[in-house]
């Protein structure tokens, strides 16, 4: 019989007395604020038990895992004629690379780069205006982890419009092959918006249920089953950019990574599970993040590579 609660608490404690911690992001000024001391985790059970530790209950800015959420909804809005625009393939470069779009025509490798979310978001533009995909974002995530208090951080989002630079080059590229069909601002909009959603390892935990239970919440489907289990698949292959590898190789589950020091992971079946340490490795992924992960799958036998 697995003890989570206790395993959840000594990751805790042992992340806290580490020492080599990452670095913490800085190219977007409101998240270099962030004290690198900061680690929360929170584990959400099949049967709803919730066991967390340190941090879980601090908002912090879940940048690029908002692309989970994103991509469930272009997929609702377009379904599979999403992957038209967007391919499904590991990318093998940083987050925020341009060199993959010239030779493949505009259409990124797969939705968690910054290239293909920026599709998502001109997705979700086709039927909305910036302000409704927002909300309906908003709404979203706060349906999931059934919690209101939920929200985007203004002053991240100011701080990405400030220093977007690179996402306006990705996005005005790939307009020119005619991937992005919204004006390019309207597009950036939204997507700095929900980059800059503010959750807590609890809420964040909450918000994949879903994906831990084959497209249900509380016994109300989310999405299909095969589209959770494909939602998966691509956090498996491409959560962590050019280090989706290294973290399938130690981790060994679902997981989406953001620039915040945030991860989701998902164990099918068994849990769903937030983690947050602000300090980054140098593919932009959290740091002891992912050693708690490491540590977690291999204190559980939890990896998706371990026979049940
Ligand atoms: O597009 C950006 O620069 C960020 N706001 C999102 C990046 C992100 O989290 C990617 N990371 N791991």
């Known amino acids: 019989m697995i003890d989570i609660e206790n395993i959840v608490t000594e990751i805790a404690e042992e992340m806290r007395a580490h020492k080599d911690r990452g670095t913490v992001a800085s190219y977007i000024p409101p ?130 419009q400030d220093t977007g630079f690179r996402n306006r080059a990705l996005a005005n590229y790939m307009r020119a092959f005619g991937n992005i069909h919204a004006p390019v601002e309207r597009v950036l909009g939204t997507y700095f918006h929900f980059c800059a959603l503010a959750m807590s390892c609890r809420q964040l935990a909450l918000a994949g249920r879903f994906l831990m239970d084959g497209g249900r919440v509380d016994g109300h489907s989310i999405v299909t089953a095969s589209r959770a289990r494909r939602i998966n698949a691509l956090m498996m292959s491409c959560g962590h950019y050019d280090n989706s590898g290294d973290f399938a190789f130690r981790v060994g589950l679902p997981g989406k990574s953001g620039v915040g020091g945030g991860i989701l992971s998902v164990v099918p079946g068994v849990a769903s599970i937030a983690v947050w340490s602000p300090g980054l490795n140098p593919s932009g992924n959290s740091q002891l993040g992912t050693l708690a992960l490491e540590r977690l799958v291999q204190r559980t036998g939890w990896s998706v590579f371990e026979p049940r």
């Not at 599709?119 to 086709?126: A, N």
């Open 31 to 160: 998240l270099a604020c962030v004290p690198d001391s900061k680690f929360g985790v929170a584990v959400v059970m099949a049967d709803g038990t919730i066991h967390s530790a340190g941090d879980a209950d601090e908002a912090f800015s879940i940048q690029s895992i908002s692309k989970v959420f994103a991509l469930t909804l272009a997929l609702g809005a377009v379904g599979d004629q999403l992957w038209n625009r967007v391919g499904r393939e590991p990318s093998g470069t940083p987050f925020n690379s341009i060199v993959q779009l010239e030779t493949e025509h505009g259409i990124p490798r797969n939705p968690f780069i910054n290239a293909g979310a920026i599709v998502l978001c001109d997705v979700l533009l086709g039927r909305h205006q910036p302000r409704e995909a927002i909300g309906q974002m908003l709404r979203f995530v706060r349906t999931l982890s059934g919690d209101d208090a939920i929200a985007i951080d203004e002053t991240v989002a100011g701080g990405e």
